[in-house]
């Protein structure tokens, strides 16, 4: 046999053998890496709008952007709330943690997380303002890194004047911000913030969807509050948390007489609309605290200061609930007439009709509900008065179907728009992708 003719044949073979190989290498380097999103959420515990953040984008995620990788970094959580997460969003990674202005994390596992990470999103809130030190170190730590931030559905209450031009440079470096009211929009245009997507925004309160049916019906069966036969008034108080320390221009831990004023004439007015409620409809009210500190206060300054006729029709909502049970109660209610803005959110989210009587004092963040359409609804509570709240509030339960309408059409406008924000950070991301 010809030498060479074996040696052909013997490489020929030794190809052959090796070729899966190469091909199954190959496949592996040509598969593109599944890219990541580390969430920065779960402001408090305490409160179920800060809770409702959470569930709400992680679902816009997950619908929007399904082959991406989400891990989620909570601030706060209870066991309850992460098991609520962990049933609706299995595949999300958890993680808790500190991290610095260099991108350099207090633990292993959060370190892996920030480091996998192909872009950075800042969940919704209010913490880029003057009332509160920004958290800047979030931004500093993904300049250093090189990591995409998105700043989602957050509002922007002003900064002092000698902070902005330095909050405009490091806005700047944002690769979005979505803000959930258009005064906040204007606000950051006005100080000069040139990131590349600057626009409006909702919530991402907005996406919720997690419910806990049995639990609220169990509930509210045991208060004899029948499914639309009832509406719920949400508190918000000048008065701090029993026992708190801790002071911010909202929260006072000492009030002032002003701010005791103001709590008289809100809750006059809450007990007002009240009053005319239960005596035109015979219908029951659930007291329903967004925030666990307003459960003694609505029933000092609300329920302990009605007509002897009205009380037998009202409920203290006591102890205080998760927002899966929240949300399952809003559903049930003729309409949600909330001081805390995502209440409101919530029940739209449930489908049912809401009225925000808001404070300007309690920031930018109420002209959300003028944004999608829902103007009729929202109210001055300081500057309005209490029949105008009444007169709106009959009107909805006089004509569910056209209430209905407006709720529909509202949410047709945030989901819209969401779905829209979720293909710019697909975007993003795949800028990203190009540039590894």
Not at 178 to 207: H, M, N, Q
């Amino acid at each position: 046999m010809n030498p060479t003719c074996l040696l052909n044949r013997r490489s020929l073979l030794m190809l052959l053998a090796v070729t899966p190989l190469l091909v199954c290498s190959f496949s592996q380097a040509a598969e593109p890496r599944q890219k990541t999103i580390l969430m920065r959420s779960g402001w408090q515990t305490v409160n179920i709008g800060d809770i409702g953040h959470t569930p709400g984008t992680l679902r816009y995620l997950e619908t929007y952007l399904p082959d991406v990788k989400v891990i989620l970094w909570l601030h706060k959580t209870t066991p309850e709330i992460t098991a609520m997460l962990q049933q609706r969003f299995p595949k999300v990674q958890i993680v808790q943690g500190k991290l610095n202005a260099r991108g350099k994390a207090n633990n292993p596992e959060f370190q892996q997380a920030f480091d996998e990470a192909d872009l950075f999103l800042y969940n919704s809130g209010m913490h880029f303002n003057q009332f509160w030190p920004p958290p800047n170190y979030i931004i500093e730590a993904c300049t250093v890194t090189k990591k995409p931030l998105v700043l989602y559905g957050q509002s922007f209450d002003g900064f002092a004047p000698e902070d902005e031009a330095k909050m405009s440079e490091l806005l700047s470096r944002a690769a979005a911000i979505y803000t959930r009211d258009v005064e906040s929009f204007y606000y950051l245009r006005k100080i000069g913030v040139t990131a590349p997507s600057l626009a409006f925004g909702p919530d991402g309160c907005f996406g919720i969807d997690v419910r806990d049916d049995a639990k609220a019906s169990d509930w509210l069966k045991a208060h004899d509050l029948k499914p639309k036969e009832f509406i719920t008034v949400t508190l918000r108080s000048n008065t701090p948390k029993i026992g708190a320390k801790k002071s911010t221009s909202m929260n006072p831990a000492n009030p002032s007489k002003e701010d005791l004023a103001q709590n008289e004439l809100w809750t006059k007015k809450l007990r007002e609309v009240i009053t005319d409620w239960v005596r035109k409809t015979g219908k029951k009210v659930l007291l329903a605290p967004e925030v666990d500190k307003e459960i003694v206060h609505a029933q000092q300054m609300i329920l302990d200061k009605l007509p002897a006729d009205v009380k037998p029709y009202v409920v203290n909502r006591d102890p205080f609930w998760n927002v899966d049970e929240a949300a399952s109660t809003y559903a049930q209610a003729i309409a949600v007439v909330s001081m805390e803005p995502h209440s409101c959110i919530i029940s739209l989210a449930m489908g049912t009709p809401t009225m925000h009587l808001a404070s300007p004092r309690h920031g930018l963040k109420r002209w959300m509900f003028r944004d999608i359409g829902l103007s009729e609804w929202l109210f001055d509570i300081d500057a309005d008065p209490a029949d105008q709240f009444t007169r709106a509030l009959l009107k909805i339960d006089a004509k569910p179907e056209l209430a209905q309408s407006k709720v529909n059409r509202a949410m047709h406008t945030v989901n819209t728009r969401s779905k829209e924000m979720m293909g710019e950070i697909k975007e993003i991301l795949d800028q990203q992708k190009s540039a590894d």
